[in-house]
């Protein structure tokens, strides 16, 4: 049994222990004090910010209530656009199934204007191989025009037959022996020395007064000259073309006459007659402006033809063109080929070196043209109707496509002469063509049969020049 020293050292024992746990009580709870005392002091500032945040909520709410009706807004237009597109969603199902449907027709046209490209390059080289040519005119123009700046009578210049041809002073009686020199003497202002022409004569319409009036002589035909009655006439100067008319030059130039024979095979010869009567008559300087004029409209008339086939696609016009009845057609060194060519269109028998001969109505069918030209020969075989019959009508022509496609014109008055005078109005006869065979080109929509001067006055194409 423990003693009573023991016991008391126990006792005093559990009393130290006791202040000690009730000073740690003490202490816990004076740090709870603390503790609670710093939430109150959060708590506090929270509830302040709270306070702060309902106010800005207050007025914020009006904000907020007028988004709301935006977003309401926007959500119903959303709708609307959704329920369009849905319907443009329908609309594109049924463009793709059209575009489905192109997509066969598109690889057939692609295989069509590949076949085309080969004959649409072919067709832009010719016509650049003229226009080179009226280029290198041009620079021959510019290189002549210094010379004659320095030149004077008497001029010394080499004619188509090859023969050196002095002219001793300026020309001031002058003979023609060709309706297209006519026209050059007028146009470049030499009409008024004008004494003599051939019969057949009639542009500019002054001509046909002189000649009633008796200010200009006829010394007959083209084709068949009266000698006597161009030695009537004193000439200084006798201007003719090469083909039957040179037997008349060597026959006058042997009777001491000044003869000059003018070149009148292609538009390359056309420019150049132009110039050298103007210079041999002294209006070099009209001259010019006449071939600058002819210019203009050869080239903006090619430059339309070449911009709607580039366009369209479309295969160059063929063409036959008939000068006289009985197959009379043109080959590539006639100028009217050249009209033919400069208009866009290809002549079927560009190959063909002469001039002027008889095609076989075999190679005209086996050509197969898209277009029949014909000269009325100013009535001499009837009217036109009658021209058209007599092409239409021929044995096995009637599977050609011009007939089948009703693309048979005669040219007839002012618009045949300009076809077959190797002159100034030539441009005229390629902006004239040029309708004739891409009529859809210049906005035509209707092509008569009868080409003459009034379609040319309704398309605008001018029936002189100056």
Known sequence: MPGKATILGVAIIALILSFIALGFMYWQNQSLKALIAKQNEELNKLTQKLGSIEKNLASNSGKIEDIG???SSVASEVGSVKSSVGSVANNLQSVQSGLNNVQGSVKELSNTVKSVTAEVKSLAERLASVTSNVTLIQD????VQKQVESMRYPLTLTDALGRQVTIPYKPQRIVSTAPSITEILFLVGAGSNVVGVDKFSNYPPIVKELVRNGTIKVV???STLNIEAILMLKPDIVFMTT???ERYAKELAGMGITVFVLPTRDMSDVFSDILTVGLITGHFDKALKVVEEMRNIITSTRLKVEEYLNKTGGKPVKVYYEIYPDYWTVGRTSF???IIMLAGGVNIFENETSSYFVASPEAVIAANPDVILMNYNYGYFGTVNNLIKRITSREGWANITAIKDGRVYV?????ED??????PRAALAIALMARVL?????GITVVPHNINETVMQEWGIPTSLG
Not at 438 to 442: H, L, T
């Open 336 to 338: 009217i080929n050249d």
């Open 418 to 423: 300009i076809m077959v005078r190797p002159g």
């Open 220 to 222: 007959g035909g083209f």
């Open 411 to 415: 040219f007839s008055g002012v618009a």
């Open 438 to 442: 891409y009529p859809q080109a210049f």
């Open 243 to 245: 083909g039957v008319q």
């Open 140 to 143: 021959q123009i510019k290189a």
């Open 69 to 71: 009706q935006k977003v």
